[in-house]
């Protein structure tokens, strides 16, 4: 009975022919395959894709969704040591204004020009473009290539990230500090969120819990004046322009990448510690297609517009998930250009959704508070 059974089933569903050898992997349509690459979207693994087989090496270059991740940066001092070539006096000349500005508050800005730049740069995997094994080679046995060089394998991409390996920004021990700004040709907003120390009551004990409680009372929504007096004022200006600095370099290096990829429609770079990120959305990236970036003439970055600046601070403000952010600010940045009617300069919808949780939280709270407005001239 079992075999009569066994039998009618494989009538009604027979098995397919399957001749010596053959490789169903090769049935499937390049449309499915191509699904698959752009849900892998890493440019290292796509390029060992680019080895399999001469069909893998054919499609990937048609990947829409990619995502680059800088591994490694080649400072100047690196390039000097191996006899590799000249360092860029551009790129040494933001440094050096870098330095002299902020000191050891912004470390490695200098080394983002060598991470995204046209030449040598720090996307440390083998590969010439998406090809294994070959390319230049340096004394430690890898070839280096910017995403600029890598990209140019990829012919019809529509989304783009690209990772840093860290932010720009140096920061003490425990300080919050992100942003976040779009960009067209020139800055179209910023949100920055800052506080000089993270602290979780519920690990840590009840000390600063209780602090918390103590001075709770004294908390009216206003700057408290010692906030003038003990740096805190001059900290944050700092951080506004560090972070408006490495946003409007970041924007600057992008735009061969820009020029080259006419099918681009989103665009992020930001950095494996989530301190910064920059977008662009279709309609900014043809802005900039239409009508070139204004550069600084003082370095190798965007010219930042005049600004309007709207400011929230808080002492002590704890989030849902039970962190308590220490002095915590939130700076909403503008250029003067677009700041029109007061109903608009009220909307702060664009700076509560800057950042994912719990800081979009942190930002909902802070901008329920009194706002203190500034002014930025062009830098």
């Not at 944050?236 to 820009?258: E, G, K, M, N």
């Not at 990236?285 to 400011?311: H, Q």
Request: glycine content about 10%.
């Amino acid at each position: 009975m079992s075999l009569i059974r066994s039998d009618l089933v494989s009538k009604i569903w027979p098995e397919p022919y399957s001749p010596p050898g053959a490789d169903w992997f090769d049935e499937l349509p390049d449309s499915l395959i191509l699904l698959i690459f752009n849900k892998i979207g890493d440019v290292k693994v796509l390029g060992r894709c680019c080895v399999v087989s001469k069909r893998f090496h054919s499609l990937v270059p048609q990947v829409d969704n990619v995502v680059v991740r800088v591994d490694c940066v080649i400072s100047d001092d690196d390039d000097q040591s191996s006899g590799t070539g000249s360092v860029d006096k551009s790129r040494g000349g933001f440094s050096n204004l870098m330095r002299m500005v902020f000191g050891g508050i912004v470390k490695p800005l200098q080394a983002l020009g060598q991470m995204l730049g046209p030449k040598r740069s720090g996307l440390g995997f083998g590969s010439s473009g998406l090809a294994v094994g070959s390319g230049e080679v340096d004394q430690g046995g890898v070839s280096h290539h910017s995403p600029t060089q890598v990209l140019r394998s990829f012919s019809e991409i529509r989304s783009l990230k690209i990772e840093l390996p860290s932010g720009e920004l140096g920061t003490d021990d425990g300080v919050l500090l992100k942003w976040r700004a779009d960009f067209g040709s020139t800055l179209d907003n910023c949100v920055i969120l800052g506080a000089s120390s993270v602290a979780y009551p519920k690990k840590c004990g009840l000390e600063v819990l209780a602090e918390g409680l103590a001075s709770s009372g004294e908390d009216n929504g206003s700057i408290p004046e010692s906030f003038y007096t003990n740096g805190g004022l001059k900290l944050r200006v700092v951080w506004t322009i560090s972070s408006l600095i490495a946003a409007s370099a970041r924007h600057y290096l992008l735009q061969p990448i820009i020029a080259e990829h006419k099918t681009l429609s989103s665009l992020v770079l930001t950095d494996a510690d989530g301190q910064g990120v920059l977008c662009m959305n279709k309609d900014q990236l043809e802005e900039l297609r239409v009508k070139p970036l204004s550069a600084s003439s003082a370095s190798k970055r965007t010219l930042v517009p005049a600004l309007t600046m709207r400011l929230w601070y808080a002492p002590q403000l704890e989030l849902p998930d039970g962190a308590v952010l220490k002095g915590a600010t939130l700076v909403a940045i503008r250029p003067s250009e677009q700041v029109g009617s007061k109903k608009e300069t009220a909307d702060v919808s664009w700076v509560a959704s800057a950042f994912e949780e719990p800081f979009g939280s942190a930002a909902r709270m802070l901008v329920k508070r009194r706002t203190y407005c500034l002014e930025m001239n062009s830098f």
